[in-house]
């Protein structure tokens, strides 16, 4: 059983690829399913309380999830002012005389835009399991990837006994693609992630590799258009490939 739900945006989505820096960011497409389990674990704990989300988390962890993509997404390119802490320590850059820790720089940053609202979808190996618990999360989720990409949940989250062909589940190997499709490395629990190794109030560190994992998936989408300060990618729909195309399908 799948909790199907869809989102509009609110504001543009942008969230770090894990291997890019911090002066030099490239933004994934979509969220990813590690950032959607940590927003609905953050609304539980909001919603909930800490003690009831300790004992969600297990679930959470292992949900299945998927992504329905808009028509067409568009990550726009810039350069930002940013404020960090210097590398020497404080120092007095004005001649003021006051001594500041931090200072500015410029940075790379991407933000995404979607035509038209995307759709999540959520799954757990027990059917009836968290079946009220997921849709009352999903309503109180309001962004996902850094802070300041809001969404809006348009309409109350549904059940479906199984997912068509515009959905791509992120939490499994793929057996089937889009040759000419959208490569992402996508971050997810580990089966072993426990709740104390992601509050941040612990002090214990999670291993990427082993409780964050990296898992490649390729989106159903192609890059049409690029530009200066832009990069413009479609979604490829199976209806558009003809039965036998080898040069489009991989399995």
Not at 88 to 113: C, K, M, Y
């Amino acid at each position: 059983m799948w909790y199907v739900a869809a989102y509009q945006q609110t504001a543009l989505f942008s969230l770090r690829q894990s291997l890019s820096t911090s002066s030099g960011e490239t933004t994934l497409l979509i969220p990813t399913p590690f950032a959607l389990k940590m927003a609905l674990l953050d609304a539980a704990i909001r919603t909930q309380g800490k003690e009831q989300a300790t004992l969600l988390f297990p679930i959470l962890r292992d949900l299945q999830v998927a992504v329905r993509l808009p028509e067409q997404m568009v990550i726009i390119k810039s350069f930002l002012k940013i404020v960090r802490p210097k590398k020497h320590g404080s120092s007095d850059d004005t001649g003021s005389g006051l001594q500041t820790p931090l200072g500015s720089s410029i940075a790379n940053r991407e933000f995404v835009f979607y035509s038209e609202p995307f759709g999540l979808a959520l799954s757990t190996q027990d059917s009836n399991s968290l079946s009220y618990e997921l849709v009352q999360l999903l309503a109180q989720i309001n962004y996902i990837g850094k802070r300041g990409s809001f969404i809006q949940l348009l309409s109350v989250p549904q059940q479906q006994e199984r997912l068509d062909e515009q959905w791509t589940v992120l939490t499994t190997p793929q057996t089937r693609f889009f040759m000419d499709g959208t490569l992402q490395m996508l971050d997810d629990c580990g089966a072993k992630l426990r709740f104390e190794q992601v509050d941040v109030t612990s002090g214990i560190r999670l291993v990427v590799g082993k409780d964050r994992i990296q898992r490649a998936i390729v989106l159903p989408c192609r890059q049409v258009q690029y530009g200066r300060g832009f990069t413009l990618f479609q979604h490829i729909h199976a209806s558009e490939i003809r039965e036998g195309d080898s040069a489009t399908w991989q399995s």
